[in-house]
Every structure is written in C-alpha cells, then in structure tokens.
C-alpha cells in the first residue's frame, strides 16, 4: 500500500511502454548525422513539443534537465546571471531547499524569505516590500506545497512580481499532473517522477520574455551531456495520460483526501496543516504531539503501508520539518499521505482504522501522557 | 548496420531486461524510509558496487551522475576546488570539450595543453615541464581517444603527476568495456552507454587519497537530485556483460578493424590516423581528400550505414575535428567507424566495396582532381 507519491510513484502501464518503446528506437545520440540519431532526435523533440503544449509554453522554451532539482537550480543561476547588476533574490519561506540553496548560493547569501501564514500563503504585502528594493533579480515562489499541499495564488504574486519587472520563477514540481498547470510565471519547473513518469528528468520552461544566460561553458546549457531519450518519451506520455484523468481523477483523491483531514481532525494531538480547500487534492500532513515521526513511519512500514515522512525530501535525517515550522505547526511527528490514481478507499480506510492505534502504542511506549 | 557505436549504440538484452526489473523495482525515491525505498536503494547501492568491482574501486568512492558530461565537470571543479591555492590545469591537447571547457572555466582560463606525436600520444616531456610549475591544480589526461582510438600510456603519465604530486583525472569514458580498465589514475570517469548501457548516467570514481570539494550547496553533491535506479542497474549489468566477453570481443573487433585500416590505406587520398596498436579495439577513423564529411555520411546513410563524423561529440555543425588537427592529420571529411559487439564480417565488406565507389562519386561531383 503505497501512500508516498509525492516525488515518485509506480509508472503507469502506457508509461512503461512508452520507455521501453524509447530503449528500442531512441537509443542513439541525438546529436549525430544518420538515421539513427534522427530517429532519436524526432522522439526527443515530439516529447518536448507534448510537454509543451501541456505547459501551454512554446517548444522552444522548455527544455529538459538530467533532474528537477538541477533545473531548479539552473534556471535560477541563469535568470540571476541574466539580470546584471542586481544581487538579491526574493523567496517565499516554504520554498524547496534546491531553490533555496541554490539563491543563496548565487546571490552570495543575499537571500530574503518572505514569511507564509498559518495554511502556507505566501504574505502578498510582505512580498510587495521586498519587491520594492530594485536591486532584486528575481523571485520565487511554488505553486504547490510538496509537504503540506497548499496551493499559492499565483495570480496574486504575479501580478506583484510584474509590477515590479521582477522575472517569477515557479517551482510546480508538486503540482503538474494534479491540477492544471499554473498560468502566472516567467520560468517554471516540473517533475515527471511526480506525475507517474521515470526519474532521471526535469522539465524547465522560460516565457519569451524571460532573459537566461548559462553559467557554464557548455554545448548543451540546460542537460550538459544530453538526456535520456527513452526519460522523455515517458515523461510526455504519462503527463498526456494524466492529463486526461485530471478532473476525474482530482476530484476522486480529493474527496480521499477530505475524508482523512476530517477523521484525523478527530484524534488527539493531531494537527492536520495546510489550506483544506486550496490545496493539490491528494497531498495531506498531519503532526502528532509525543510521536517519534520515524517510530511511526517504521511502524505503519511494517504494517505494509509506506508513507512520507512530511518533512524535507532529503530525508536521510528525520530534520525537523523547515516548512512546518514556517506555519507554526508542530514540526516532529509528521506523517504525509501522497495518493496515486491507483489508490482506492479500502486503502484509505485500512489506514485510518490503523492509525489510533499505532499512535496510540507509541506514546504509551515514550510515557507521553494521556491526550484521552 | 550501425557502425558509429562510440558513446551509444544499442542496449543488450540482458542490460535491457535489467533496466525494466529497475523500472518495476526501484521506481521509488530512494531517500526515504518506506519498504519501496528500501528496494530501491538496495537496488542503487548494488549497481554502484558492481561497478566499483569493475573498476577496481572503492564502492563509497563511486559516484553516480546524470551523465559522464556532468561528470567530468563535477570531478575538475570539485579537484580543483580541493587544491586550495594551485590555480593552473594542464591537459592534453586531445581531450573532449567537456574536459577542456570545465578546466578552461574552472581556472579563469589558465589552462596549459600538452602537445601530442601523430599518433595522439601525449608528449612526456611536455607533460613533465608544465607539471614543474608549482602552481599546478590537476591534470586531465584520457585514456582512450573517442575519435582517433589511440591509448595513452598511463603509466607514464600518472609517473610524470605523482612524481609533480599532481592529482591525474583519466576520462576513461571511450574505453571502459573495450579494453581492460585503467589502474593508474587518482580520479577516473566513464560512460555507460559507451559499453552497452543506458543513456543518462555517468560514473565517477575517485582514489582514497584524491580531495574533492562540492562547488554547489547540495544535499547530494553528484547527482542532485538523485540518479535514475533502473539505469543504474542497466548501467551494472551491461558493464558486466561487457567484461565477461572482453577478450573474444576485442579480439574479433580488433581484427575487422584491422582490417579496414589495411584496405583503406590503399585508398587514394585517405588518410587512416590513431595509433594502429596501442588502440581501442572497435574504432578507427579516416580523413579523405576532397570529400565534405557531411556528404559522405549523407551518402552511407542513404545506404543504410551509419558511421560516425570523427568529429567532436557535439557534430550539430561539422566542425574541423581538434583532435585531427593536433595530431597533424587531415580535419575535414573524415569517418569514424565504431563497432558494437554485434557487428560482423559481412558488414565491414559490404562498407569496404561500397566507400571507393562513394568517394570517387563525391569527387567528381566537387570536380576534385584525379587522385589515381
């Protein structure tokens, strides 16, 4: 019982297909003169064009990266570069830590996070000030939370980074493929692992507008080496694919959703966070007070359900939650429940009959005391 | 009859048949805690042992990355960084762009190339005077060459940078599954889709006593973002494959190419450059008077073959080769040709009676003069 798909789930069947019909015919380098190559060449293009279109970006912007996360930070390093003369940047708190290293990084430390509220908005007036300051070269700010699912109002940032001629780079790594993709940007950033492709493949897109210089001296600016052909196809197909399930499929985990945010509403010290209408539908964080968040993760492991541990992706460390600390959660004992389509209500219900008592045992175990 | 298998060429079964086991197995992050990640990583950690194993290496010491490209600009920067006050490169005059290009960056431009004889070997005693300069950060020499085939004797030049106390980085991305691997280096790199694997993953490994630095501010400093699991395993098993059959391939390759080099220096005005014994098995490249390069690989495609431009990597324009150039030969209509395991005699006859026909027409066609 997979309950952790937020980054990577199982790759659906045309998905699959699609890679293995990549290995056969799009094997050879696509930057060579035969017929091979060309073959390889039309895959990689028809791929890019598809995800395009999906993005409603023109072909020629979007450009494919060994990795979100390196398209994250080369497209923040490029616009950056881009932008001469200015040397800050503006972010919103509850940014991925590959966005915020890689501004920190770039700006030389000159950083400015603007805070969020309770459900994870980022604060527009806040966002104004810093904005304000002519020496920013650009911002950045998510269209979905990957921890708690709250979805920013873009069109509200937008419209504050336009009026600033400040260039907004969207990070939708968490969202595309699970509500329509975001229209208010001026580079944006996705992950076909999120949307039930292969890992091994970013996807970043620049609007016309939008100036990049590369930062390295490389043929390929954006995949130095090139891309995984095969990556591509399977990337473009399994987003048309979900694409098409969008409404259905949205509307049936969100309802999944709803029903978990409501039961563990229920438990004792239990916190569900985040936005509970302007979310991604099938993203939901819940603390619970005197809980170890890995005690709990390895217990509901052994019960045969795999969850997200809620906090950073980087989760070699259980580090207590950056996002949720930005909200004023509890940010120890964090369970994420991440649906994929394949995810029914028997499922759900296994999880939620479980979880009581698990919680339970574990705080009898530390000698937390009784929350009745 | 794909005869340019020079850093891609198709995947074998057995590696296709693992990369599609990676696919069903090791499609979850492998960061987290859950059951499914556990497989995955299991399945990574294997993949970079097995690889280890083949290069003589420390399994800890083995680094995955998006592709040998990245790979070898992560090693340069990351040496380079380590050797705090040292501000030259030296490298030979035949490496690939990527190599040249990240030391020529990395270092501000202090980059100092070591002249090669017309075979493609590097000049000792140059080698030796530029690594006398104190200042010297690291030294790049390959191991084979993509184009010309030629083997470095590494012996020799890894004496010539101990001896400075010089840290040597062999891109041993040509050679690795062709001949036996390497022994003397302090940093090595190589590409999978080179000896049979995937594209989109590359390989570094480094010495115990080699220092390296991360140059960006990332959780995993190779291969942020993580690398594909089921390349990774393709990547494994096609090396494996590979080393298994080393001996009776590179013997059978070995002869055909002889074999083409016997005929095609009977050719007029063709030129078949490299060195003809201290080279890679499965390449040999020529240059022919008279000819566009770009024609001539038009012409053998419309026939079905596909060979290479013996140019660099990157042929989206036909480019004068550099490494032709230093090796004194001629750099314009050039072929390369590069045999995968599965090319057999009958192929090489079919190229061998069909390349005078194609040369005498091309010439004609340019109004060249008769060469007899």
């Given at each position: 019982m997979f309950l952790d798909a937020s980054g990577s789930s199982p790759m659906t069947n045309r998905a699959l297909e699609a890679f293995q019909a990549g290995l056969a015919d799009g094997w050879a380098d696509p930057t060579r003169l035969h017929s091979e190559s060309r073959r390889a060449r039309q895959l990689l293009d028809g791929s890019r064009e598809a995800i395009a279109d999906a993005l409603d970006a023109r072909p020629e912007q979007v450009h494919l990266t060994a990795s979100p996360h390196l398209g994250l930070e080369r497209v923040i390093a490029g616009v950056f570069a881009a932008r001469r003369g200015r040397g800050r940047i503006v972010a919103s708190a509850v940014e991925r830590d590959a966005t915020l290293h890689a501004a920190d990084y770039v700006s030389g430390g000159r950083l400015a996070t603007v805070p969020v509220d309770r459900d994870g908005h980022?604060?527009?007036?806040a966002l104004g000030a810093e904005l304000a300051d002519p020496d920013v070269a650009l911002a950045a700010v998510q269209h979905g939370n990957?921890?708690?699912?709250?979805?920013?109002?873009l069109d509200r940032v937008h419209a504050a980074t336009s009026a600033a001629a400040v260039p907004l780079i969207v990070d939708a790594t968490a969202s595309i493929g699970h509500?329509?993709?975001?229209?208010?940007?001026?580079?944006?950033?996705?992950?076909?692992?999120?949307w039930g492709g292969p890992q091994g493949i970013g996807v970043v897109a620049l609007r016309p507008s939008t100036r990049w210089l590369p930062v390295w001296p490389e043929g390929d600016d954006w995949a130095p080496g090139g891309v995984s052909v095969?990556?591509?196809?399977?990337?473009?197909v399994a987003l048309q694919e979900r694409l098409e399930q969008l409404d259905a499929v949205g509307a049936r985990l969100g309802a999944l959703i709803d029903h978990v945010r409501a039961?563990?509403?229920?438990?004792?010290?239990?916190?569900?966070?985040?936005?509970?209408a302007e979310r991604l539908p099938h993203v939901v964080t819940?603390?619970?007070?005197?809980?170890?968040?890995?005690a709990l993760l390895t217990?509901?492991?052994?019960?045969?359900?795999?969850?997200g541990s809620g906090s950073a992706c980087t989760t070699s460390t259980l580090e207590p939650s950056r996002v949720l600390a930005s909200i004023g959660a509890l940010s120890h004992g964090n369970v994420r429940l991440g649906l994929h389509p394949g995810v029914g209500e028997a499922d759900i219900e296994r999880f939620l009959a479980l979880m009581p008592r698990i919680l339970g045992d574990l705080r009898d175990e530390a000698g937390a005391p009784d929350l009745g």
């Open positions: 980022v604060d527009i007036e990957h921890e708690i699912g709250t979805l920013q109002r509500v329509p993709a975001p229209e208010r940007w001026d580079a944006l950033v996705a992950n076909p692992a999120d095969p990556a591509a196809l399977a990337a473009a039961r563990a509403t229920d438990w004792p010290g239990v916190d569900v966070v985040g936005d509970p819940f603390s619970c007070l005197y809980v170890d968040g890995e217990r509901l492991d052994r019960e045969g359900i795999a969850v």
